[in-house]
């Protein structure tokens, strides 16, 4: 059974201070997909990471797909309230089914 | 209306009640999903259909019957459901079905079902 577990579940910090949420699996995946869900509403796509040891930023967001494509990472550099909201990853594996994590909880608190 | 949307957004059910929730993409996309979300717990695939044909039915109770008319709507017919069944009942759509590294699921708000 493929998994990819996510860490922190649950993160609550002070507006402005810097986080790293991650995603580990054993398993390696084609590519791999960030979303975040604000309550009340569906996950909304973030970012595709594809190549080992990519590197994308989107704003203050910046992800990293492992050189070995089987983890990743979601630095957020002077998190806001806005950017609370559960953040998911989910990979896409050799069947392209989309392997997905539990999740962090971010809350970001002014 | 754009992207995707389900009604009810807020459902709330007997054991012995018959309901369904209705899913619509207005993005003109191939591939529909119905996914069970509950708490601390990865999203469970449900359905899968690719040009309204069902292509995936991972192991779910006979209880929970799907339908989809066309490509462009979904249905998911609930009867005689279990507590633990309640949960948010997400709805996706995609441009296909997988075989793309890029290929991105839109999700609708879904539905909040509550089953007493």
């Known amino acids: 059974t493929q998994l990819l577990e996510q860490s922190p579940q649950f993160l609550s910090i002070q507006e402005g201070e810097n986080l790293t949420v991650y995603c580990n699996s054993s398993s390696v995946f084609s590519s791999l997909q960030w979303y975040r869900q604000e309550p009340g509403e569906g996950p909304v796509l973030l970012v595709t990471?594809?190549?080992g040891g990519e590197v994308k930023k989107l704003k203050r967001l910046t992800f990293q797909f492992g050189d070995a494509r089987k983890d990743s990472s979601l630095h957020i550099t002077a998190a806001q309230p806005g950017d609370t909201g559960l953040y998911l990853c989910a990979g896409l594996d050799s069947n392209y089914q989309l392997i997905w994590g539990a999740g962090t909880k971010l809350i970001i608190k002014p | 209306e754009t992207g995707v949307t389900q009604t009810p957004r807020h459902l709330v059910m007997g054991m012995t009640n018959k309901k369904s929730l209705k899913c619509e993409q207005h993005?003109?996309?191939?591939?529909m999903y119905w996914y069970k979300q509950s708490a601390k717990k990865p999203l469970e695939l449900m359905f899968v259909y690719n040009f309204k044909e069902q292509t995936e039915n991972n192991s779910v109770p006979s209880r929970f019957s799907p339908e989809c008319p066309n490509s462009s709507h979904l249905f998911l017919h609930l009867h005689t459901l279990q507590p633990e069944d309640s949960a948010l009942y997400l709805c996706?759509?995609?441009?296909?079905?997988?075989?793309?590294?890029?290929?991105?699921?839109?999700f609708g708000p879904g539905t909040r079902l509550t089953v007493l």
């Open positions: 990471v594809v190549t």
């Open positions: 993005l003109g996309h191939n591939a």
């Open positions: 996706a759509s995609s441009p296909n079905l997988a075989g793309a590294v890029y290929n991105e699921q839109f």
